[in-house]
């Protein structure tokens, strides 16, 4: 199974910027499609977005598209989160995990312990 390992959080106004990380151990990494999910206080955690293998292929959820950019690197074990125009609704904590090829909103294996991103002036 592939090790996760997020970061890049933090507090952000408005409108501002945030890159996150997902670094991956295990030497299967480009084997799976990968996905950031976010859990809000008091919330389940929800699906944002979804990369293929090759990064070819990349899927969000309505509130982020536009607005967030999943990417993928797989020399380096990494995927990424570029969120721009950040909202105090994307207030949440943020993980990575390995997503089903059939259905990416489903995470499958382990999930990293996450990092907070918070958006507020």
């Known amino acids: 199974q592939v090790q996760l390992v997020e970061s890049g959080g933090g507090l952000v106004q408005p409108g501002g910027s945030l890159r996150l990380s997902c670094a991956a151990s295990?030497?299967?990494?480009?084997?799976?499609?990968m996905g950031w999910f976010r859990q809000a206080p008091g919330k389940e955690r929800d699906f944002v977005a979804a990369i293929s293998w090759s990064g070819g292929r990349t899927y969000y959820a309505d509130s982020v598209k536009g607005r967030f950019t999943i990417s993928r690197d797989n020399a380096k074990n990494t995927v990424y989160l570029q969120m721009n125009s950040l909202k105090p609704d994307d207030t949440a904590v943020y993980h990575c995990?390995?997503?089903?090829?059939?259905?990416?909103?489903?995470?499958?294996?382990?999930w990293g312990q996450g990092t907070q991103v918070t958006v507020s002036s």
């Open positions: 995990a390995a997503v089903d090829s059939n259905y990416y909103r489903r995470a499958v294996g382990n």
């Open positions: 295990g030497r299967t990494f480009s084997s799976y499609f």
